[in-house]
């Protein structure tokens, strides 16, 4: 909605509410299920309890949507 976010890829259907409950944020877009970290105040909390919990395995490249 305009704000700036990560967007969390390749999580699956299973573990939505728990990955809620951490402090990320879900919007349907074009009918799929997105989840984001929003960026502010509580960023660095909710990543540190992300990564605590799912270990990264890769960055995906940014993507620019269409103007």
């Known amino acids: 909605m305009n704000r700036q976010r990560l967007e969390l890829v390749g999580f699956a259907d299973t573990s939505v509410d728990r990955l809620k409950a951490l402090g990320l ?11 984001f970290v929003p960026l502010g105040d509580e960023v660095a909390s909710i990543i540190e309890k992300l990564l605590d919990r799912h270990p990264l395995l890769r960055i995906a490249p940014a993507t620019r949507a269409a103007n």
């Open 25 to 35: 944020m879900s919007e349907i877009i074009a009918w799929k299920l997105r989840l």
